[in-house]
């Protein structure tokens, strides 16, 4: 496919309209958008005239879309724009939930989907800038992206395998195809008249880089949102992400914010101030918090962990309540490291962070073992350990990060509630009070399609525990073995009668730990490394 762009005049980078812009859009294009939840890195400006432009002309048609990290904010932004039947029609993403209009097109047959984790399709991006055909990784072997299960297919009119398995030294990898973008959207904050960009007032970089370099080593054409443009040459080499022979449009939009609403820049996100944290404010003691807490004690000192959106998100203000935040280092998939980590749909937007890498690195150091400790929250676990979080109650969701984590990480800790749907909990007296059960069963004899494999986890030696309000679960050998329930609660009323299967309870059984029922400090202690 051949592209007609503006030219340059005396180096300078063509700057449009949104509008005109997206006209260099030709049918069954391949694009390619970056940006997170909450506005993080969305080029917004761009998305809606896409969109606009489909709505009024019908034009262009039938994209290829892909898209690395779930945009969005679980609603009408993000992508869910595109969700036009006819606009788009293939999608490759590494989460869907952000942008539920486009996962509702999905759910309904009218676009082949697939879900790559999260880290996965980045490093495939990379691959495809590098004109690489793909990657070899042994992340996702034995979870729905395995060609043996469903192979990364989310529908019934899915049918291209894009996934193979292959056994080099007698060791078995999954090939994951690398599909070649040639349109990008990207955004910076500031560039200079020939393209070159920086990144003052963002969250994060994601993987901005190498998505302009894949399109661009392709023949793509990179359209650029940016805040404003400064002359040429004034911008910090130090500075620079994207360099400007990379960019072929420049789109400037004055009010682009940070985030979705709001001031345009917060620059405690943005790491160019601190926060005093010396005076935090204690989370209220609920389920939430309780499952935090527990949580909390499976860290150790000096250990690197990671955190996912969604319950399992409140260990670091847990931490910082008990002082020993700074005893460890927590990380999240899309660059932070350290500080606070920020919770809801703009997750990943922390204060106080240390450092920032790219996405793409960051995986890289996932993939590798590098993670002494996660902690990922879960939507189904059954019998054998098995964990589903990219599909439930027929949403589909989609991996995140999820199985890019999960995979290696030495200590793996599901965060949840055991049922869900209307759940209502009190603490009160060191004990738990059920006031409402939840409608829905989480533990579930048999998943139908697979996030995490408990059988690889223990192939490779992983500790995985299941960490619940009201009970503390551990997978071994023979499945799920119940450890700890919570003061208050009847193992057999509130446990086992709210599980499709019965766990196998150990013969050391107890109470979970009293401190954690109590609306005060708990006074922890971290544990050493080695303990």
């Not at 349109?183 to 070159?196: K, M, Q």
């Not at 993939?367 to 400790?373: E, Q």
């Not at 071994?476 to 019965?502: N, R, Y």
Request: charged residues 20%; contains cysteine; aromatic residues 8%.
């Amino acid at each position: 496919m051949k592209f007609s762009r503006p030219n340059r005049i005396d180096g300078r980078v063509p700057v449009l309209s949104a509008a005109d812009a997206v006209n260099y859009i030709p049918d069954e294009a391949t694009l390619c958008v970056l940006g997170a939840g909450g506005g993080i890195l969305e080029a917004t400006t761009l998305i809606n005239a896409l969109a606009e432009k489909y709505k009024n002309s019908q034009s262009p048609r039938y994209l290829a879309l892909i898209s690395p990290t779930g945009l969005g904010d679980r609603a009408d932004r993000g992508i869910s724009p595109l969700a036009q039947e006819g606009l788009v029609k293939w999608a490759l993403c590494g989460h869907w939930g952000q942008s539920p209009r486009i996962s509702d097109l999905a759910e309904q047959n009218k676009i082949a989907a697939y879900n790559y984790p999260q880290g996965v399709l980045t490093q495939t991006l990379r691959a495809s800038a590098a004109h690489q055909p793909g990657i070899l990784s042994d992340i996702g072997i034995g979870t729905f992206v395995d060609p043996r299960q469903q192979g990364g297919k989310l529908n019934e009119v899915t049918t291209e395998d894009l996934i193979k398995l292959v056994e080099i030294d007698n060791k078995e990898y999954l090939y994951y195809k690398a599909i070649a973008p040639n349109i990008a959207f990207i955004r910076a904050t500031t560039c200079d008249s020939e393209g070159y960009a920086t990144f003052e007032d963002e969250v994060m970089y994601l993987d901005a880089l190498v998505i302009a370099q894949a399109v661009h080593n392709n023949g793509g054409i990179v359209m650029m949102q940016v805040q404003k443009m400064v002359k040429k040459a004034t911008l910090h080499p130090k500075s620079v992400r994207i360099p400007g022979y990379l960019v072929d449009i420049v789109v400037i939009d004055p009010d682009q914010t940070q985030l979705y609403g709001g001031a345009p820049v917060n620059r405690f996100i943005s790491g160019d101030f601190v926060l005093d944290d010396s005076q935090q404010t204690a989370l209220p003691l609920n389920q939430r918090k309780l499952v935090a807490r527990r949580a909390l004690f499976e860290m150790r000192k000096g250990a690197v962990g990671n955190v996912g959106v969604g319950i399992a998100d409140g260990i670091g203000l847990v931490a910082r309540e008990e002082g020993c935040a700074d005893d460890f280092i927590l990380t999240v998939e899309t660059g932070p490291i350290g500080g606070i980590t920020s919770q809801g749909i703009a997750f990943g937007a922390n204060v106080n962070t240390r450092a920032i890498l790219d996405m793409t690195s960051q995986f890289d150091f996932y993939h590798g073992g590098g993670l002494d400790v996660c902690y990922l929250s879960f939507a189904e676990v059954d019998r054998h350990g098995n964990v589903g979080v990219h599909k439930f109650n027929g949403k589909i969701m989609g991996t995140g990060g999820f199985i890019d984590i999960s995979a290696t990480s030495k200590k793996i800790i599901f965060c949840g509630t055991l049922t869900a749907g209307s759940l209502k909990t009190e603490v009160a007296d060191g004990k738990l009070n059920i006031v409402q059960e939840g409608r829905v069963k989480k533990f579930v004899n048999e998943l139908p399609e697979v996030t995490f494999s408990g059988k690889i986890a223990l192939e490779r030696g992983l500790d995985v525990r299941y960490i619940t309000e009201r009970a503390v679960f551990t997978l071994k050998a023979d499945g799920l073995h119940l450890i700890e329930i919570a003061p208050g609660v009847s193992l057999q009323e509130d446990i086992l009668d709210k599980m499709d299967f019965t766990p196998i309870i150990s013969p050391d059984l107890k109470l979970m730990d009293e401190r954690l029922f109590i609306d005060a400090s708990m006074g922890f202690v971290l544990p050493d490394a080695a303990n």
